[in-house]
Nanobody, 122 residues
Framework: QVQLVESGGGLVQAGDSLRLSCAASGRIFKMYVMGWYRQAPGKEREFVATMSWGDGNTVYADSAKGRFTMSRDNAKNTVYLQMNSLKPGDTAIYYC???????????????WGQGTQVTVSS
């Protein structure tokens, strides 16, 4: 099993910054990708950003480009999301995601954190 522990959410004003953290633990033979998704009330969960663990390549949603930045700590299997210039439209529950395998032959598993609330007031 892989557990994802998120932190860093909170209530901020428009223009402020937050840094979300997500630490993965458990049996991880290989980490493929970690990322962030978000879900606002009444809306579907949407992609925010992902990072490939092998080469560190990042992919961002259009809404995140230029404002959000992912980084990682390989030794800790931890990923961060630096969120700058926050807007009220960024208000959502942010979920950490990880795709990993427990062994060389095992199938990859997708894990989700419990989510952390980000609220941006106008």
């Amino acid at each position: 099993q892989v557990q994802l522990v998120e932190s860093g959410g909170g209530l901020v004003q428009a223009g402020d910054s937050l840094r979300l953290s997500c630490a993965a633990s458990g049996r991880i033979f290989k980490m493929y990708v970690m990322g962030w998704y978000r879900q606002a009330p009444g809306k579907e969960r949407e992609f925010v950003a992902t990072m490939s663990w092998g080469d560190g390549n990042t992919v961002y949603a259009d809404s995140a480009k230029g404002r959000f930045t992912m980084s990682r700590d390989n030794a800790k299997n931890t990923v961060y999301l630096q969120m700058n210039s926050l807007k009220p439209g960024d208000t959502a529950i942010y979920y950490c995601n990880a795709v990993s395998s427990e062994g060389a032959v095992g199938i990859p598993n997708t894990s989700w954190g419990q989510g952390t609330q980000v609220t941006v007031s106008s």
